[in-house]
């Protein structure tokens, strides 16, 4: 399929469509000619992030977010999904190098590590922000001529297996009882962790290929912070949003970070014990159609 073809499409679509649906549709439409127009990708085969393609499944996981229940917070309801196309993720976290290739450019802010980590040796980069990892994104997609992006929560989830959290502290009402095993949990977290960024692969691959998911770097999502309050119907939407300034980072457990901390242990952690470290890795679209349907599902509507 050609690019006239692509956007004569495109174009019927949206004159037939409701007013968001052309809006959505133009911006899906801006990317892809974009790319299409932009130069030659500068980032060599040899250079190009390493990947995973995660096959479709039926999987099940706790959902992000803050739930409430006759006043008292509650643990979050398991989710089952069932995914039918498959996920193309890199395989490990957003190197130390391959960030300052961005920075390099001017197109990244500098990172903030907690721990600085001498030599050669590549290892996760840390102490990046929401923002930084966004504008990262956005280099390696112009880099590549591909697209680029943040996953959501639940693609880290699908992606994870085994190895994402699940941070349920148990049946009790009893407030009490609840802060008690959030504490203990807490206390768990924090004690006897060595927070130093170790070479990629240290903490290697779960059952579905993807390396390092849990060690000691927690990983951006575009899932925003919600609270739910169960006895008022069905659940809103964990869909991300343009006005979120919390985000979920997921690693040892889930952390609520404000999008512009870049070093979790000097505040911006809303809820919790705060991550050693934060760090990404990034979902590859495979698609043309998928900036559109990323942009549709950014408005809370599931496909």
Not at 44 to 68: H, K, M, N, Q, S
Not at 174 to 198: F, H, I, M, Q, T
Not at 246 to 265: C, S, T
């Amino acid at each position: 399929m050609t690019a006239l073809s692509i956007k004569d499409d495109i174009l019927h679509a949206a004159l037939v469509g409701s007013s968001i649906f052309v809006a959505v549709v133009a911006g899906a439409l801006l990317i892809k000619t974009t790319f299409i127009a932009s130069e030659p990708p500068a980032i060599a085969l040899a250079d190009a992030p390493r990947i995973v393609t995660v096959a479709p499944r039926t999987f099940t996981y706790r959902a992000a977010g803050e739930y409430y229940e006759n006043g008292y917070e509650v643990d979050a309801p398991m989710r089952t999904v069932s995914v039918s196309a498959p996920l193309t993720i890199m395989k490990y976290q957003v190197s130390r190098a391959e960030y300052a290739r961005c920075v390099a450019d001017g197109a990244c802010g500098a990172a903030e590590p907690e721990f600085r980590v001498t030599g050669d040796i590549d290892v996760p980069v840390t102490g990046v922000s929401y923002t930084d990892a966004e504008a990262y994104a956005s280099w390696l997609s112009r880099q590549t001529g591909e697209f680029w992006r943040l996953p959501t929560d639940e693609e880290l989830a699908f992606a994870a297996g085994s190895r994402f959290p699940d941070d349920a502290l148990g049946s009790s009402s009893n407030p009490a009882d609840r802060w008690l095993a959030n504490y203990r949990k807490d206390a768990e977290r924090s004690a006897n962790r060595d927070g130093v960024p170790k070479p990629l692969g240290h903490f290697g691959e779960n059952e579905l290929g993807v390396s390092d998911f849990a060690g000691n770097v927690w990983e951006w999502s575009t899932t925003c912070r919600q609270r739910t309050d169960l006895d008022r119907g069905p659940t809103q939407s964990l869909a991300p949003s343009s006005s979120c300034g919390i985000y979920w980072a997921a690693g040892q457990h889930r952390a609520a970070m404000v999008f512009f901390v870049r070093n979790p242990k000097g505040g911006g952690c809303a809820v919790g014990a705060p991550p050693d470290n934060l760090g990404f890795r990034l979902v590859k679209e495979t698609t043309w159609y998928e900036p559109l349907l990323v942009a549709v599902r950014s408005l809370g509507i599931r496909l």
